[in-house]
């Protein structure tokens, strides 16, 4: 005999409540698997920190070219130790106007710190730079480690390592164009750099910033050639404009 539920009886018979159990327990057991393989495919953001409103004292050498840079012992090590961050001004600009006049000086400054991996930068508080003792500075060995023709994606470097996160694609297209507008430095993020990810301040030929020929060209994947040069714990892209060649 067919069962049938009453709505005014205290419980429905024993083989529906059997067959909503079921269905109820299938229904979960789906929410939850799905629930697991969408957080799984979902795409992580990197570790990348801006230490907004946290202030430190750096002290080292200002290199302009081809951004500028400031060059920091670190201590204890030989000539060759250095780290090197590049620098910033606040909001979408970039700080050649601010550090023009100490290019090659010894310096004190303070600025927040900018992070992604082993990429560093600073944003300089404004006004800060002032001329300090002089310190030992490893010269400056550019090494050319050969032509590569690389796929990757153009950011501004700002926001890439760390004040935006994400900081790339096409959603941050509008942005990233404003910030290499306004002298950000602008960076060559690629996973594939003699097998591994990395990211290269990208240059002309001439070693010279590139940021008006590849405005429009930001925020998407590309392939880039050129020549990788190697500058102490820095890599840079000198590229030629015309052998960019958009990903579809």
């Known amino acids: 005999m067919s069962e ?24 979960f057991a789906i929410a ?13 953001y990197a570790l990348a920190v801006f230490e907004y409103g946290k202030e ?5 050498v200002i290199e302009q070219q081809p951004f500028p840079t400031l060059v920091v012992k670190r201590p204890g090590s030989t000539d060759s130790g250095s780290s ?12 050649d106007s601010e550090v023009s006049e100490f290019d090659g000086k010894t310096v004190r400054l303070r600025g927040a710190l900018i992070y992604r991996g082993d990429q560093t930068m600073i944003e300089l ?11 030992d500075k490893a010269p400056s060995v550019l090494k050319s480690l050969g032509t590569f ?26 942005c990233a164009a404003l910030c290499l507008s306004g002298g950000i430095p602008p960076l060559f993020a690629t996973n594939d750099f003699r097998g591994a990810p990395a990211i290269l301040q990208l240059t002309n030929s001439n070693g010279k910033p590139l940021r008006a020929a590849v405005l429009d060209r930001v925020g998407q994947p590309l392939r880039i050639k050129g020549t990788a040069v190697e500058n102490g714990d820095t890599l840079i892209f000198e590229a030629d404009p015309s052998t960019i060649t958009v990903l579809r």
């Open 84 to 95: 090197r961050y590049l620098l910033v001004a606040e909001g979408k600009h970039g700080a």
């Open 32 to 44: 939850v698997i799905g629930a697991i393989t969408f957080a799984c495919v979902q795409r992580t």
């Open 56 to 60: 430190r004292n750096y002290e080292g």
């Open 125 to 135: 508080v404004k006004g800060s730079i002032s001329v300090a003792g002089q310190l």
């Open 4 to 27: 049938f539920y009453v709505g005014y009886l205290p419980e429905a018979p024993a083989g529906i409540a059997r067959r909503i159990r079921l269905a109820v327990g299938l229904l």
């Open 149 to 174: 023709e690389l796929s990757g994606e153009i950011v501004d470097g700002k926001c890439f390592l760390g004040v935006m996160n994400p900081g790339s694609g096409k959603v941050h297209r509008d």
